[in-house]
């Protein structure tokens, strides 16, 4: 079982940046495939990225068209962390993001299928 916390959210104003940090414990992310999901308040839950399992695979990475140009997603394995860099922000990417994670797969991935989620990080995106 893989534990995962999410930190760095906070407020930020329309163009500017943030980092995501979604570390794990209990297990080895090399493994996973890592997604960053968010929902906003009376929305939906919706994807934003994934980066796929790394060991035998390309560790693919894939995004929202909504977020394409403006946030990257990466990992650092010595820290067993996956990053969000947000940038270009816009007061429409206001709400609560959540790293999950599943064994064994590569991206795209939909929300119903991870396994383990974080409490989530709140994005917020105001002047």
């Known amino acids: 079982q893989v534990q995962l916390v999410e930190s760095g959210g906070g407020l930020v104003q329309p163009g500017g940046s943030l980092r995501l940090s979604c570390a794990a414990s209990?297990?080895?992310?090399?493994?996973?495939?890592i997604g960053w999901f968010r929902q906003a308040p009376g929305r939906e839950r919706e994807g934003v990225s994934c980066i796929s399992r790394r060991d035998g695979s390309d560790g693919s990475t894939n995004y929202a068209d909504f977020v394409k140009g403006r946030f990257t997603i990466s990992r650092d394995n010595a820290k067993n962390t996956v990053y969000l860099q947000m940038n270009s922000l816009k007061p429409e990417d206001t709400a609560v993001y959540y790293c999950?994670?599943?064994?064994?797969?590569?991206?795209?991935?939909?929300?119903?299928?991870?396994?383990?989620w974080g409490k989530g990080a709140l994005v917020t995106v105001s002047s």
């Open positions: 999950a994670s599943r064994k064994w797969t590569i991206c795209p991935v939909n929300d119903y299928i991870m396994d383990y």
């Open positions: 209990g297990d080895t992310l090399d493994f996973y495939a």
